[in-house]
């Protein structure tokens, strides 16, 4: 079982609908939680980040956190084509143990 | 302007060949972080230094060597030893908050064998 896994995709949406991408995770001494956002030929960007259980607002993005099932999710609403591009779940447990990702989901944005 | 940048964007190696890769951060972050990424394939670690003068091996050290002689440099060498070097390499540093530890990356090399 990999630490961090995520839906490779692609995962198609069209412009203005709920994109929803889902991370589950193996450590439960896990504490913080992050959603990277990494276009094509580019380094990864911190999107979101989230350490308690519950959900987390951010403009047109939500993360949801719910420790007990090890389960993390982003929501993106109203889907632009410019929010195309792969989205990695990270996960760290603090102490200076290593952050953990996951391979990343790709999302298509279709006009 | 704080970030962390590498440099060169594009380098390409000689068989047999030593490279080396820089990191730079100003950002004042303890902890820096090396990485490859394969087309459609996931962040793999390569080395990390938490401290100064200390740092310990990721999950794919061989073929690969570290320094950290100063805090804002972490300068990754690709060695002759690393058989299939073509990747895209990041460089990461870790901010510690009351919340917890964030990477931020830099830009990214990505390396071409020719």
């Known amino acids: 079982q990999k630490e961090v896994e995520q839906n490779s995709g692609p995962l198609s949406v069209p412009e203005g609908a709920i994109a929803s991408l889902n991370c589950t995770y193996s450590d439960r001494g896990s504490q913080s939680f992050f959603w990277y956002r990494q276009y094509s030929g580019k380094s990864p960007e911190l999107i979101m980040f989230i350490y308690s259980n519950g959900d987390k607002e951010d403009g047109r993005f939500t993360a949801q956190l719910n420790k007990a099932s090890q389960y993390v999710s982003l929501l993106i609403r109203d889907s632009q084509p410019s929010d195309s591009a792969t989205y990695l779940c990270a996960v760290n447990r603090g102490g200076g143990f290593k952050t953990i990702f996951g391979a990343g989901t790709r999302l298509f944005v279709k006009a | 302007d704080g970030g962390i940048t590498q440099s060169p964007k594009y380098l390409f190696r000689k068989e047999g060949q030593n490279v080396t890769l820089s990191c730079e951060q100003n950002l004042n972050h303890d902890a820096m972080y090396w990485y490859r990424q394969d087309p459609g394939q996931g962040l793999r670690l390569i080395y990390y230094?938490?401290?100064?003068?200390?740092?310990q091996k990721g999950d794919i050290a061989e073929g690969y060597s570290v320094s950290r002689e100063k805090k804002e440099s972490f300068p990754l060498t690709v060695t002759s030893a690393q058989k299939n070097p073509t990747a895209f390499y990041l460089c990461a540093s870790r901010m510690t908050s009351v919340h917890g530890e964030t990477q931020y990356f830099g830009p990214g090399t990505r390396l071409l064998v020719l």
């Open positions: 230094s938490q401290i100064v003068n200390d740092f």
